[in-house]
């Protein structure tokens, strides 16, 4: 080898402004196709947010739908699916808090690290990858539910505004996630607590089952439940039979308006916290 | 510190300092880097090798003291240090998911190269460093030599001026070492400042013009590989024996006439003690006999930096202190901060 060869290449110089939003821009969506190149590698990855929601979808629309009324009327298939379009999205926070904890237990976050790429490209490459990896989630919903007899019956604004809160929920929770992510010391911590916390948050709700038929004090937790809440409002938005009886908690009965409190309070707690976290962890 | 100094020499630290709670990771650091030359930082794990590497890389903070490389200070102006060094930590520093080709395109992305010049940037490196044919794999089905290459190719990726390597050779057989060290010979000949980390002490004395020895977070000895064999090393005595019960004493006959402590290698049955010149083997003989010690093979050799590494470093809270270090420290105990 000649040591020529290896010296040799001029770095353009670093200039203010403008260029370094579109530094910070490129340099993001060079982070991010790392991402998507994971996913090229390792398809399974989307399987919580692809597989496993159809999964839901046929399960209980065929198996338990049968049996599931809807109080005040209306259809169990319409019902279900603004059910099932958040809890996915409550669950979306594994992937990006599994590769959170991935990258910063590898070297290779020292590296982008020490690189003299924008500071905050790394994070914000990796909450691109994660959203765009959602949107292709709810897509999924979205036809699987139109497939078992799914619909919009509402307006076009107010059906606008039910994909703006979708939306809106999913950067929450992968914010939530990254912030797993980068509190814990390993992948596998994430998954552990994602579904001890997830699982029981998601199914203590209206996700599935309408929350009348629950005894006493778990009536309650399901209502106060910030899971009821997101998919209240998504049912109403879209203008599906949401089931909540006129007297329900305050949260349920303007579930639209307690939903997005519930989002922007999420992140205003999170956000500092996980840039704060991240930095501690990458140059502490 | 000087203009001279930050002009000549491509490292420059002064009193630098990382406490963690209580403990200091690093405590009293100086070091001055000649531009062009290689620097073995040489410890044990925890030693504070991989934090000095962190603060001078800007990936950690010091709590104390300052430091410029390449004339810019690690504190103050992060981003132009990161312009002009490559690092490679212990950890795999690569995208395994990835291909190499594409690794070392992304890297050269985030330098800011054009598309192009990275891509051409990343060919010519995987060639340079007899990847080409792995270019297009995966990089997880990499050999272990393969992705140590594939990782400093990546360090090289904007031919840095200034390079760390922090325990490059860690897991590599004798072959792929060999392999690496020609490589960083290479570019150290080409004008690359090289600071490096390694537990191996051979791995020093091929490599490094200068070694600092550090030893619970502060140095302990500084200079070429040959000043630190002459100051702390001079001749050893090596006893053989035959069975491993008979070390004790044998250990304990040597300290009688030896110059210092003596190291039982428990596997290879031998005691080493470093040896005066006042020291006769006949007295070593005699010290062994009196003790009862049926020694199988009693001899003198030079000092390697593995002598000078156990006289001055303290593995179970002893330590023999020389007043020739560069700064004895006489205390085991790590000073908590006033």
Known sequence: ?284 | MNQDTQTSHAVVAAGLGKRYGEQWALHEFDLAVPTGSVLGLLGHNGAGKTTAIRILTTLAAPTEGSATVAGHDVVTEPAAVRDQIGLTSQAATVDGLMSGLANLEMIGRLYHLPRKVAQARAQELLAELALEDAGDRLVRDYSGGMRRRLDLAASLVASPPVLFLDEPTTGLDPESRNELWDLLRQLVGGGTTLILTTQYLEEADQLADEVVLLDHGKIVATGSPAQLKARHGGERVVVTVDASEELAAAAQALERVAAGRAEIDHEELFVTAPASESTRLIEVVRALEDGGVDAHDVRRREATLDDVFFSLTSPRGTRATSPTAATPTPTDTEEAPA
């Open chain 1, 1 to 284: 080898m000649n040591a020529n060869a290896i010296a040799g290449v001029a770095l353009p110089k670093s200039s203010p402004g403008p260029a370094r939003l579109r530094w910070l821009a490129t340099d993001a969506w060079v982070l991010a196709r790392r991402q998507f190149a994971h996913i090229r590698q390792i398809p399974e990855k989307l399987f919580d947010v692809t597989l496993q929601p159809i999964m839901f979808v046929l399960l209980f629309a065929y198996v338990f739908g049968g049996v599931i009324h809807v109080p005040g009327g209306g259809d169990y298939h319409e019902y279900l699916i603004g059910g099932i379009l958040v809890q996915t999205l409550v669950f979306g926070l594994m992937g990006p808090g599994t590769s959170m904890a991935t990258d910063l237990g590898e070297g290779i976050i020292d590296r982008f690290t020490s690189l003299p790429m924008s500071r905050p490209a790394y994070l914000i490459g990796h909450l691109t990858a994660e959203f765009c990896a959602t949107v292709l989630a709810i897509t999924i919903m979205i036809i699987s539910g139109l497939i078992v007899g799914w619909g919009v019956n509402s307006t076009a604004l107010e059906a606008l505004a039910g994909f703006g809160l979708l939306l809106l929920l999913a950067i929450t929770m992968i914010w939530v996630g990254t912030l797993i992510g980068v509190l814990v010391r390993s992948a596998d911590a994430v998954q552990g607590i994602a579904f001890v916390t997830v699982f029981p948050l998601t199914f203590v709700a209206n996700t599935f089952v309408p929350v009348g038929g629950l005894p006493d004090g778990l009536r309650q937790v399901a209502e106060y439940n910030p899971v009821s809440c997101w998919a209240a409002a998504v049912r109403t938005l879209f203008g599906n039979p949401t089931a909540i009886p006129s007297g329900s908690a305050w949260p349920l009965e303007h579930s639209v308006v307690a939903g997005l409190i519930w989002c922007l309070a999420i992140l205003a707690v999170v956000i500092p916290l996980t840039v704060r976290g991240f930095r501690k962890r990458t140059t502490g």
